[in-house]
């Protein structure tokens, strides 16, 4: 069944917006007195589609329960890196459960911040929309703005601020994980297609992060996200 996040509802009533009402129409072909899923503030409902008018009108029947959230709080801070990567790394890291994603700008980031950043954001909400709303979640993926590298040292709202390091040979994410409280808050740092450099690793360190290795083998910065946030999954499953 399908599922769409809502801005608003009223009283029984849900009026959906022209793109998702566009895809009830004319990609899914739905038809009147079909039912599908909606969330409002993190609540999921059913619903049976009443009209088919150019917004799509859709009558609340029944909450329905959840329990596919995520524990932990993970946040994956992602260099900025080609579309396709990009584009990858929003739609999986969603799909397993990340709660937010800050992209910044590193030192060989090959893809700059520039006047197109409000344009990429859209877009970057956009495809973890529909990624929330294929997995099955009740909440969206928080996208932040594009950060300097700077701004991202001066991060200091998580309880634990890691560097996914291959420089790092002794502590690992499994210990990490096994040592953190499902409670903590949690900020992983992914370097872009060349890695970070040294000074960047310093100075984060410097600004209270700690070095982690994900393992013997060197991952590609769009299978980086997605490793940490399927050993999370497995690690809250046990």
């Known amino acids: 069944m399908q599922r769409y996040f809502v801005e608003n509802i009223q009283g029984d009533k849900v009026i959906l917006c022209h793109e998702d ?3 009830i129409k004319r990609v899914m072909r739905m038809k009147l ?3 599908i899923e909606l969330v409002y503030q993190e609540k ?4 049976q589609i009443e009209s088919l008018d150019d917004q799509v009108q859709v009558k609340l029947v029944g909450e329905l329960t959840s329990s596919n959230q995520q524990v932990r709080s993970i946040t994956l801070a992602q260099a900025l890196v080609k579309e396709q990567k990009m584009d990858y790394i929003l739609q999986k890291a ?3 459960g990340v709660t937010e994603i800050i992209p910044f700008c590193a030192e060989r980031s090959i893809v700059k911040a520039d006047k197109k950043d409000e ?3 859209t877009r970057w909400e956009k495809i973890v929309k529909e990624a929330s709303e294929q997995s099955k979640r009740t909440s969206l993926v928080k996208i932040h703005p594009i950060l300097s590298f700077e701004e991202l040292c001066q991060m200091d709202s998580y309880d634990v601020k890691i560097i ?3 420089s790092e040979k002794q502590k690992n994410l499994k210990k990490l994980l096994s040592n953190t409280p499902n ?9 872009p297609e060349g890695g970070l450099s040294d000074q960047e690793e310093q100075t984060l ?4 992060f700690q070095r982690v290795s994900l393992g013997d083998t060197v991952l590609r910065t769009e299978t980086a996200g997605l490793f940490i946030m399927s050993a999370v999954r497995y690690q809250d499953m046990g």
Do not use: D, P, Q, W
């Open 21 to 23: 009402s566009y895809h």
């Open 33 to 35: 007195g079909e039912k």
């Open 44 to 47: 999921a409902y059913l619903g």
């Open 94 to 96: 969603t799909e397993l």
């Open 119 to 121: 344009k990429r954001k």
């Open 164 to 166: 996914c390091s291959v």
């Open 183 to 191: 409670s903590a808050t949690m900020l992983f740092v992914i370097g």
């Open 205 to 208: 360190i410097e600004n209270g």
